[in-house]
Protein backbone atom coordinates (compact mmCIF):
# COMPACT_ATOMS: atom_id res chain seq x y z
CA UNK A 1 0.00 0.00 0.00
CA UNK A 2 1.53 3.07 -1.06
CA UNK A 3 1.68 5.99 1.18
CA UNK A 4 -0.47 8.90 0.58
CA UNK A 5 0.67 12.16 1.52
CA UNK A 6 -2.04 14.69 3.56
CA UNK A 7 -3.40 17.18 1.24
CA UNK A 8 -5.04 19.23 3.59
CA UNK A 9 -3.61 22.73 3.16
CA UNK A 10 -2.95 24.88 6.29
CA UNK A 11 -3.24 28.03 4.26
CA UNK A 12 -6.91 27.66 3.30
CA UNK A 13 -8.31 26.44 6.91
CA UNK A 14 -8.98 29.83 8.06
CA UNK A 15 -11.79 29.69 5.46
CA UNK A 16 -13.31 27.04 7.17
CA UNK A 17 -14.08 29.01 9.67
CA UNK A 18 -15.51 32.13 7.55
CA UNK A 19 -19.09 32.78 7.87
CA UNK A 20 -21.03 31.89 5.15
CA UNK A 21 -22.38 34.79 2.58
CA UNK A 22 -26.20 34.93 2.79
CA UNK A 23 -27.76 37.82 1.34
CA UNK A 24 -29.80 40.34 3.11
CA UNK A 25 -33.14 39.11 1.81
CA UNK A 26 -32.59 35.24 3.29
CA UNK A 27 -30.92 37.28 6.81
CA UNK A 28 -34.52 39.15 7.26
CA UNK A 29 -36.63 36.20 6.15
CA UNK A 30 -35.31 33.66 8.63
CA UNK A 31 -35.71 36.58 11.07
CA UNK A 32 -39.50 37.64 10.60
CA UNK A 33 -40.65 34.11 10.09
CA UNK A 34 -41.96 33.11 13.07
CA UNK A 35 -42.68 30.08 14.69
CA UNK A 36 -46.09 30.24 14.10
CA UNK A 37 -45.98 31.05 10.49
CA UNK A 38 -44.06 27.45 9.85
CA UNK A 39 -46.73 25.68 7.33
CA UNK A 40 -46.47 22.41 9.62
CA UNK A 41 -47.56 24.23 12.90
CA UNK A 42 -49.98 26.19 10.78
CA UNK A 43 -51.74 22.48 9.90
CA UNK A 44 -50.58 21.25 13.35
CA UNK A 45 -53.46 24.09 14.85
CA UNK A 46 -55.85 23.39 12.42
CA UNK A 47 -56.17 19.87 13.17
CA UNK A 48 -56.18 20.39 16.95
CA UNK A 49 -58.65 23.52 16.56
CA UNK A 50 -61.13 20.53 14.36
CA UNK A 51 -60.72 18.17 16.72
CA UNK A 52 -62.38 20.80 19.16
CA UNK A 53 -64.46 21.46 16.99
CA UNK A 54 -65.75 18.02 16.50
CA UNK A 55 -65.85 16.90 20.33
CA UNK A 56 -68.03 20.38 20.77
CA UNK A 57 -71.38 18.52 19.01
CA UNK A 58 -73.81 16.66 21.27
CA UNK A 59 -73.84 13.00 19.76
CA UNK A 60 -76.83 12.21 20.60
CA UNK A 61 -78.43 14.91 19.15
CA UNK A 62 -76.41 16.02 16.14
CA UNK A 63 -76.52 14.41 12.72
CA UNK A 64 -74.68 11.21 11.81
CA UNK A 65 -71.84 12.92 9.94
CA UNK A 66 -71.20 14.86 13.14
CA UNK A 67 -71.57 11.83 15.05
CA UNK A 68 -68.97 10.04 13.36
CA UNK A 69 -66.84 13.36 13.21
CA UNK A 70 -67.26 13.20 17.51
CA UNK A 71 -66.18 9.82 17.63
CA UNK A 72 -63.30 9.61 15.20
CA UNK A 73 -61.73 12.16 16.91
CA UNK A 74 -62.42 11.09 20.54
CA UNK A 75 -60.85 7.67 19.37
CA UNK A 76 -57.67 10.49 17.78
CA UNK A 77 -57.66 11.75 20.80
CA UNK A 78 -57.58 8.57 22.93
CA UNK A 79 -55.78 5.93 20.63
CA UNK A 80 -53.19 3.48 21.97
CA UNK A 81 -50.56 3.95 19.82
CA UNK A 82 -49.13 7.22 20.64
CA UNK A 83 -46.23 9.00 18.62
CA UNK A 84 -45.85 6.60 15.90
CA UNK A 85 -47.07 8.41 13.26
CA UNK A 86 -45.94 12.20 12.39
CA UNK A 87 -49.74 13.59 13.02
CA UNK A 88 -50.77 11.87 15.79
CA UNK A 89 -52.54 13.24 18.89
CA UNK A 90 -49.37 12.88 20.86
CA UNK A 91 -46.65 14.42 18.30
CA UNK A 92 -49.32 17.63 17.20
CA UNK A 93 -48.84 18.46 21.19
CA UNK A 94 -45.40 18.16 21.51
CA UNK A 95 -44.15 19.97 18.72
CA UNK A 96 -47.11 22.89 19.31
CA UNK A 97 -45.54 23.01 23.23
CA UNK A 98 -48.65 21.48 25.14
CA UNK A 99 -48.59 18.62 27.79
CA UNK A 100 -50.51 15.83 26.37
CA UNK A 101 -51.82 13.89 28.94
CA UNK A 102 -53.65 17.23 30.59
CA UNK A 103 -54.89 18.08 27.20
CA UNK A 104 -56.33 14.49 26.65
CA UNK A 105 -58.27 14.68 29.84
CA UNK A 106 -59.43 18.29 29.49
CA UNK A 107 -60.55 16.94 26.03
CA UNK A 108 -62.53 13.69 27.83
CA UNK A 109 -64.04 15.52 30.38
CA UNK A 110 -65.82 17.92 28.10
CA UNK A 111 -66.84 15.19 26.00
CA UNK A 112 -68.08 13.11 28.68
CA UNK A 113 -70.49 16.05 29.81
CA UNK A 114 -73.28 14.64 27.30
CA UNK A 115 -72.94 11.45 28.52
CA UNK A 116 -75.68 12.48 31.72
CA UNK A 117 -76.92 14.91 29.96
CA UNK A 118 -81.61 14.53 30.68
CA UNK A 119 -81.99 15.14 26.91
CA UNK A 120 -80.41 11.95 25.58
CA UNK A 121 -82.77 11.97 22.54
CA UNK A 122 -85.44 14.85 21.06
CA UNK A 123 -88.26 13.40 21.01
CA UNK A 124 -90.65 13.85 17.15
CA UNK A 125 -92.55 16.73 18.49
CA UNK A 126 -89.38 18.63 19.44
CA UNK A 127 -87.53 18.06 16.04
CA UNK A 128 -87.30 20.80 13.43
CA UNK A 129 -89.79 19.25 11.03
CA UNK A 130 -92.19 19.17 13.56
CA UNK A 131 -92.14 22.85 14.62
CA UNK A 132 -95.17 24.05 16.67
CA UNK A 133 -97.31 26.33 15.25
CA UNK A 134 -96.90 29.79 17.54
CA UNK A 135 -100.39 31.37 18.09
CA UNK A 136 -100.38 35.32 17.75
CA UNK A 137 -103.29 37.51 19.09
CA UNK A 138 -104.38 40.12 16.71
CA UNK A 139 -106.11 43.03 18.29
Known amino acids: ?5 NEFNYQDSGKLFEPDTVLPAQYYATIQKGHQQDPERRLMIAVLEDVVACLSVNPKQCSRRQRLDFYSAHYWVNAPTQGEWIFSFHNICETLGFDPE ?7 RWA ?3 ENSSAARRSSRESPR ?3 LRLRAVF
Open 102 to 108: YLRRGLN
Open 130 to 132: YKP
Open 112 to 114: KRY
Open 1 to 5: MAYTP
